[in-house]
Nanobody
Framework: QVQLVDAGGGLVQAGGSLRLTCAAS????????QGWFRQAPGKEREFVAA????????YYSDSVKGRFTVSRDVAKNTVYLQMNSLKPEDTAAYYC????????????????WGQGTQVTVSS
């Protein structure tokens, strides 16, 4: 079992930055695929970024590539999502997730989820 607690959301102006954190307990997070998803009101939850288990190599959705950076601190069992050049369309609840197997962009392949943290970007 893995318990995930995500935090760091808030209100920021367009062009600003935020860093989200996802702290894990129960198991070593680096043995899982660690992903970030987001969900805006009335929309489906969508993939944002993820880190492959083991190698730690990242993968990003096209909508955030070049603006967001996903990273991890193995010693702290924590994953981060650094979000720069934020846009109003980035407004959503952000969720971290952990999956046992291969990196995918689909929610159904992730086994554990954080409770979500709200990011609001004003124009």
């Amino acid at each position: 079992q893995v318990q995930l607690v995500d935090a760091g959301g808030g209100l920021v102006q367009a062009g600003g930055s935020l860093r989200l954190t996802c702290a894990a307990s129960g198991r070593t997070l680096s043995t899982y695929v660690q992903g970030w998803f987001r969900q805006a009101p009335g929309k489906e939850r969508e993939f944002v970024a993820a880190i492959r288990r083991g190698s730690g190599s990242p993968y990003y959705s096209d909508s955030v590539k070049g603006r967001f950076t996903v990273s991890r601190d193995v010693a702290k069992n924590t994953v981060y999502l650094q979000m720069n050049s934020l846009k109003p369309e980035d407004t959503a609840a952000y969720y971290c997730a952990a999956g046992r197997y291969f990196l995918t962009t689909t929610t159904t392949t992730y086994n554990y989820w954080g409770q979500g943290t709200q990011v609001t970007v004003s124009s």
